[in-house]
């Protein structure tokens, strides 16, 4: 016995996260397939008469074919619904992880290989090109399955909503635009020096903005929408933001290098950039010259090609800390030095009262220890 979950989205780019019809039974699993001669057949042939019950022929259009080796939760069914592209599991590292956990991956034309001509295809899941390969079907040994009878692939046009983690100026945002309600002060207010126009609480809730603007090719927003595919939305601070790694010697973090370890696992050779900005090349560098001229002139603005870290890449500061005592003045200074940019900063405290060192020392292991 099984779960059968339907559901569709009506997302059209602008909405949010909007799931609309949605539905669950529970059915029993040769209702769907059945294995005749070590053959696993998603449609029989013809009737087949189970406990009493007759199963006709599967007719219909599906868009991809998937086993998994455990029962997924429902929000990473979500997750496909309303992107087809996601592979996540229940887990982003260990046995339920979409590395492991993905055993058959069958995608029917939605990587684009809609070749009706082609009936003999290979699995796709992620262990299928690590080293050695891990295979779908132990009974043969392989991953190959046969597409029989008449079918075809169309083509399909739809918008995605990727489930991204947060990770700040690196996360793709399709609409940057927001309408908020100013406030402007009645009266004699006006200044030359200053805006009087306010916003209202509501709008304060929302992070700043900041003046970067992308408009460029970049390889690695590829392998980002790949990220976000196998691994779903996380709380990354989970693998950034242990407090023991502020007086850590290390250049990176080692929870992130282990999740990007299992990342790219699946990778058997170096993306190759040369071939990606060979084809860039090919474009008519007057658009980016274009854009540049309607580009306001406080943004920051990138265009052409971009060489950038992936979402699971981040460099980590190392801060060392020296104090100085002033007698005369009964303050200290404290010298953040950070090594990776070489940036001192001084920060000045005054202090009401003479502190003893034992007291001064106590303070400072809050940073240090």
Same mark, same amino acid.
């Given at each position: 016995?099984?779960?059968?979950?339907?559901?569709?989205?009506?997302?059209?780019?602008?909405?949010?996260?909007?799931?609309?019809?949605?539905?669950?039974?529970?059915?029993?699993?040769?209702?769907?397939?059945?294995?005749?001669?070590?053959?696993?057949?998603?449609?029989?042939?013809?009737?087949?008469?189970?406990?009493?019950?007759?199963?006709?022929?599967?007719?219909?259009?599906?868009?991809?074919?998937?086993?998994?080796?455990?029962?997924?939760?429902?929000?990473?069914?979500?997750?496909?619904?309303?992107?087809?592209?996601?592979?996540?599991?229940?887990?982003?590292?260990?046995?339920?992880?979409?590395?492991?956990?993905?055993?058959?991956?069958?995608?029917?034309?939605?990587?684009?290989?809609?070749?009706?001509?082609?009936?003999?295809?290979? +699995?796709?899941?992620?262990?299928?090109?690590? %080293?050695?390969?891990? @295979?779908?079907?132990? &009974? $043969? =040994? #392989?991953?190959?399955?046969?597409?029989?009878?008449?079918?075809?692939?169309?083509?399909?046009?739809?918008?995605?909503?990727?489930?991204?983690?947060?990770?700040?100026?690196?996360?793709?945002?399709?609409?940057?635009?927001?309408?908020?309600?100013?406030?402007?002060? +009645?009266?004699?207010?006006?200044?030359?020096? %200053?805006?009087?126009? @306010?916003?209202?609480? &509501? $709008? =304060? #809730?929302?992070?700043?903005?900041?003046?970067?603007?992308?408009?460029?090719?970049?390889?690695?927003?590829?392998?980002?929408?790949?990220?976000?595919?196998?691994?779903?939305?996380?709380?990354?601070?989970?693998?950034?933001?242990?407090?023991?790694?502020?007086?850590? +010697?290390?250049?990176?973090?080692?929870?992130?290098?282990?999740?990007?370890?299992?990342?790219?696992?699946?990778?058997?050779?170096?993306?190759?950039?040369?071939?990606?900005?060979?084809?860039?090349?090919?474009?008519?560098?007057?658009?980016?010259?274009?854009?540049?001229?309607?580009?306001?002139?406080?943004?920051?603005?990138?265009?052409?090609?971009?060489?950038?870290?992936?979402?699971?890449?981040?460099?980590?500061?190392?801060?060392?800390?020296?104090?100085?005592?002033?007698?005369?003045?009964?303050?200290?200074?404290?010298?953040?030095?950070?090594?990776?940019?070489?940036?001192?900063?001084?920060?000045?405290?005054?202090?009401?009262?003479?502190?003893?060192?034992?007291?001064?020392?106590?303070?400072?292991?809050?940073?240090?220890?």
């Amino acid at each position: 016995m099984g779960v059968l979950y339907a559901k569709n989205k009506i997302y059209t780019g602008y909405d949010g996260n909007t799931i609309g019809f949605q539905a669950s039974s529970s059915v029993s699993s040769s209702a769907f397939s059945t294995v005749v001669n070590g053959s696993f057949y998603l449609s029989y042939p013809s009737n087949l008469t189970i406990g009493g019950k007759t199963y006709r022929p599967f007719s219909g259009s599906f868009q991809e074919l998937r086993f998994y080796n455990i029962n997924l939760d429902e929000n990473k069914f979500d997750d496909y619904v309303m992107d087809p592209y996601s592979i996540d599991s229940n887990e982003l590292i260990g046995p339920e992880s979409a590395l492991e956990a993905l055993i058959f991956r069958a995608p029917l034309g939605t990587v684009l290989d809609n070749d009706t001509t082609q009936t003999t295809r290979t +699995s796709i899941h992620p262990r299928i090109s690590t %080293i050695p390969p891990v @295979q779908s079907f132990n &009974l $043969s =040994g #392989s991953s190959v399955y046969t597409l029989n009878g008449t079918f075809s692939m169309p083509s399909q046009t739809e918008v995605l909503y990727q489930d991204q983690f947060h990770a700040g100026i690196k996360n793709a945002v399709t609409n940057k635009i927001r309408i908020v309600n100013e406030i402007l002060p +009645s009266g004699d207010t006006l200044s030359p020096y %200053i805006s009087i126009q @306010q916003t209202s609480p &509501l $709008s =304060g #809730s929302f992070t700043k903005d900041i003046n970067y603007v992308e408009v460029a090719f970049s390889p690695q927003d590829e392998v980002n929408d790949d990220i976000i595919s196998q691994l779903g939305n996380f709380n990354i601070g989970n693998y950034i933001g242990d407090p023991r790694q502020v007086s850590s +010697s290390l250049t990176y973090y080692p929870d992130l290098n282990v999740l990007r370890n299992e990342y790219f696992y699946k990778y058997t050779h170096n993306y190759n950039l040369w071939d990606y900005i060979r084809l860039i090349k090919f474009y008519d560098n007057s658009l980016f010259k274009m854009i540049k001229d309607f580009t306001p002139a406080r943004a920051s603005l990138a265009t052409g090609i971009v060489i950038k870290p992936t979402l699971l890449e981040r460099c980590k500061s190392i801060f060392s800390l020296h104090l100085f005592v002033f007698k005369d003045f009964w303050r200290f200074v404290l010298l953040i030095n950070i090594h990776t940019t070489q940036i001192k900063k001084p920060y000045t405290l005054s202090s009401s009262r003479a502190w003893k060192f034992s007291e001064l020392h106590n303070w400072l292991r809050q940073f240090t220890d």
